[in-house]
């Protein structure tokens, strides 16, 4: 069974900075692609960033260089380090995780295994 909790959201104001962080058990964080899935009132949801097993990352064009995605392995933890938020990322902030050591993609869709979500506020 796969358990992916996060924590880390809250309320912040334009320019703030959160970490968002995912815990989950050894085997997931060494041979799933996890990422963080996002969707804001009224709106799909859509991939924020995500890292395969091999440590490689994708991040989406809208957040580069603001986020950073990161995993320990030792702590069994997946990170989002945010900086300079914006009000548009404003949303509920879910990890995800689908099996496949070289698997990665953006595409909520092809993510079959899911956290309960922490919510992000972002206020101007």
């Known amino acids: 069974q796969v358990q992916l909790v996060e924590s880390g959201g809250g309320s912040v104001q334009a320019g703030g900075s959160l970490r968002l962080s995912c815990a989950t058990s050894?085997?997931?964080?060494?041979?799933?692609?996890m990422g963080w899935i996002r969707q804001a009132p009224g709106k799909t949801r859509e991939g924020v960033a995500v890292i395969n097993s091999f440590g490689g990352a994708t991040i989406k064009d809208s957040v580069k260089g603001r986020f950073t995605i990161s995993k320990d392995s030792a702590k069994n933890t997946l990170y989002l380090q945010m900086d300079n938020l914006k009000p548009e990322d404003t949303a509920m902030y879910y990890c995800?995780?689908?099996?496949?050591?070289?698997?990665?993609?953006?595409?909520?869709?092809?993510?079959?295994?899911w956290g309960q979500g922490t919510q992000v506020t972002v206020s101007s």
């Open positions: 995800a995780a689908r099996g496949g050591l070289a698997f990665m993609s953006l595409l909520p869709a092809l993510y079959n295994y």
């Open positions: 050894g085997h997931i964080i060494r041979d799933y692609c």
